[in-house]
């Protein structure tokens, strides 16, 4: 089945058509033409949000949680179309559509468990003392939503991260309106999903201003959106100079937000020496898939492999090179992204004490992996070698010794993940390194690969800046909805007037 | 007890005088010299915060209660030259340092049966789950110390909100090193409480980087605090101009981090008809007394009184202004002050439509209360009255009707805190009101004054902009904690590197 997009904006449940267009281009098959986005539309949606925030803050756990699956249900209704006009804009194999529109779907209805439950409400109740001098009177607290919020999705997870992903599940679960910027790589895609939205906010007979999606094109929609007077935090997925813009433009508003940010990083692994005797090979060949998982277009991808000299770096080299050489060439996300990957990878081969050990090939959009090597003396000497370059490029930093290698944990920038591998043998030197990696990044992990993110409670998305523009916030998992929330403290209020959920 | 300030600084436990020094301004007695802060003293005390973190970011919450407490009973045993030093510098009565430090060793010792629950660190626990495909890994999360943290104390809470105030407090509790600003205001009292600290330190064998306090003097001592690369959040409580311009240096950062700021507000009371006409003498006399306790200089001051046209209106100002004449001269907390109160009380005085019901006296240092009486429509018509004016100022705002009274609702800016004065009767208006009011405040209470801020586990001493610069926090109450943790997960790591408080 063909999806042949309409190409008009949804706000608060009526397609809008606005004056002019603008052509997607996508992997494969035909451009569509596209309503481009205004501060206009923004500004309605906008209002859309702020008034339905009046009963949409107000709903109970129970209708909230009956909306995020009927999102789930509609966009599962439509599955095939998302996966065919997913595959198209996206160049992603469909596998790889249907296990994102899975997690997506997935993320949604633990959301709807997650608010159930309760717990995230953090009540907290101080009992009166009448007899205290000065008599202290009853107090409650309860998290409440913050009113409308900004979502801006990701080119690379066309669903999870995109205009029904995480962000946007957690805002509707915490009770906040969304208006979303749809992200150009993939507006068909979106606006399919956006639909499923309203539909189910149709079912429900909830307010259609809880959910608008503005289609882009203009660089002024996005910066129309986060000034917007009623939004009031922001959730993006993105380039670091992207991002960093539109958090000045919210940090310099009359009224400051949060924005929350998830800017990338590149996500070090550090192979300690008997990990690595017993095991380099296996470890070289794991890290080629994970650099390689989607042409190495993910947030957390393990872009540097910290080893010790010897042997065993050799080995470990050309064990990776071996495994990136039987990689075929893959489809980038867009032609930037891909022009991107080019420029970055020359701009390090170009970069004193760098060696080219595998050789990439990327024409207009197609890509194969990129394998480097240098000594920690020359990457400590040029901080812009730990700069992310998006795509299937990893680089082999070789160490003097254990001291180097707790240099080069020092020397990190914030990082979304840092990972170790090691064995029963390297646990002093592990010991050494934990505390560092601990300040640097929002999730640690021993022997695995950093790619596979899980939706669960415990998981942290986000790290120290530029990982993250939030160090204390996390864009997956369930703490996520923690970000849309603020507290309200309730003295001596007679029962009619407390919140429904801080008496249930 | 005469004390006699040392005036030096104290840098990780050494007393540091620095080549200039400036004069204090005290309320009664002689001024005293005091060493000028500098930018390189503030980077030596943020490389000994730094270094420090390395041992008390990892010490236990055991240890770093029995800190708390040892602070708090070193400032016990300095109780009467803080009293002596306090009122001299900040012309607040004996009876006032008194219950403060009361208050500040209570906030110290909470915070220390905080941590020992250890509900604070948000456990969580997502268990393996081999036979997935793919398979889940374990994955465990624990909020974490973020590392040095600036505070900068007010001038209105020598020491609950100053050297061993809140901010101190929870950034201690959470394993934070912490170098605070002192406050020009009240240098003397600064410097006892900061040696008390040095000594618990000590007593303890901790680091003494752990804490540093830095005289004030010149204005690019605070700059220099926020910009420091090693500080990573910032508490602050004091005005929205000055308050603003250290938030906007802490986003344009390289790294921009949490710049948690509480910068005030005007506490609005909406006094409803039925509980106006059971008991509104009684509500303006309690008006008068919340409105002139320590001169007016309290955050939480309620500065507007919202009520209905009517005969009932004018025998609440007549009530009010006899209650206020009643009150002798105060003295302000600095000159600055006293002049800013002169300022802001004629500024509103030359206002449209600003009837003067009482006329203040302020000399240099000692004010007598100010009523003033405005129509709604004025004051809708006039954001500019909507602005705080520190001191003992009280404004009676009239509104023709219960949709005016919701109108003047909406138009606020964000509160420290909304009060509701009502009787059975009122509820329905009260009903219309509270989702107004709950998105404009972090507390709103009934039938009471906002200038008692319990310090409990319920308390929200936060609120919208300018209230403060982020909604999502609070600086009073066991939750301030969360300011200064961030989340990190740990995915399939061994026990012999987990932080012992995820195992304990």
Excluded at 56 to 61: A, N, V
Excluded at 229 to 251: H, K, Q, Y
Excluded at 333 to 352: C, E, Q, V
């Amino acid at each position: 089945m063909s999806y042949h997009p309409h190409g008009k904006h949804l706000i608060a449940g009526a397609r809008i058509a606005t004056e002019t267009t603008w052509q997607s281009s996508p992997a494969t098959g035909p451009a569509h033409d596209f309503s481009t986005g205004t501060p206009a539309l923004v500004a309605q949606a906008c209002a859309a949000a702020e008034r339905a925030f009046w009963t949409f803050g107000y709903s109970s756990r129970a209708e909230r949680a009956a909306l995020l699956h009927a999102i789930a249900d509609a966009i599962e209704a439509r599955g095939v179309e998302i996966t065919d006009i997913g595959t198209r804009e996206s160049g992603l194999p469909a596998a790889r559509l249907e296990g994102e529109r899975g997690r997506t779907t997935g993320q949604l209805r633990l959301f709807a468990e997650h608010i159930l439950k309760g717990a995230y409400l953090d009540r907290r109740f101080d009992a009166v003392q009448p007899d205290r001098q000065p008599p202290r009177p009853e107090l409650r607290m309860i998290q409440r939503p913050i009113g409308p919020v900004a979502v801006f999705g990701a080119s690379n997870f066309p669903l999870a991260f995109s205009v029904a992903g995480g962000d946007t599940a957690a805002a509707l679960a915490a009770g906040c309106p969304v208006v979303v910027k749809g992200h150009s790589a993939h507006p068909g895609t979106g606006e399919i999903v956006a639909d499923a939205i309203a539909e189910a906010l149709a079912g429900q007979g909830m307010d259609p201003g809880v959910f608008s999606l503005v289609q882009g094109g203009r660089r002024d929609v996005g910066e129309a959106l986060v000034q917007d007077p009623r939004i009031r935090a922001v959730g993006f997925t993105g380039s670091l100079g992207g991002g960093r813009a539109l958090f000045d433009l919210c940090a310099r508003r009359p009224d400051p937000i949060p924005f929350f940010g998830e800017l990338g990083s590149v996500n070090p692994m550090f192979c300690l020496p008997a990990a690595m005797a017993a095991r380099g090979a296996g470890i070289a060949r794991g890290w080629a898939g994970s650099l390689t998982m989607g042409a190495g277009q993910f947030c957390t991808n393990p872009g540097i492999a910290v080893v010790l000299e010897g042997p065993g770096a050799e080995a470990f080299t050309q064990e990776a090179c071996a495994a990136l050489e039987a990689v075929p060439p893959q489809a980038m996300l867009t032609d930037g992204i891909a022009d991107a990957y080019r420029k970055g990878r020359d701009r390090l081969r170009a970069s004193p004490g760098v060696r080219e050990v595998l050789t990439s090939v990327c024409d207009q959009r197609n890509a194969t992996p990129t394998l480097y090597e240098v000594s920690a003396d020359d990457w400590l000497a040029n901080p812009a070698l730990g700069e992310e370059v998006f795509g299937p490029l990893g680089m082999v930093l070789r160490c003097r010794d254990a001291d180097q290698m707790l240099a080069v944990a020092r020397a990190l920038e914030g990082q979304l993940t840092c990972t170790l591998h090691l064995d029963a043998g390297d646990t002093a030197l592990a010991r050494r390194l934990m505390p560092v990696l601990e300040r640097k990044a929002g999730r640690l992990l021993a022997n695995g690969f950093p790619t596979g993110v899980e939706v669960c409670d415990a998981m942290v998305h986000g790290g120290p800046y530029p990982a993250s523009t939030n160090f204390g916030a996390t864009s997956v998992g369930t703490l996520s909805i923690r970000r849309f929330l603020r507290p309200v403290c309730y003295q001596n209020l007679p029962e009619a007037l407390l919140p429904a959920d801080l008496l249930g």
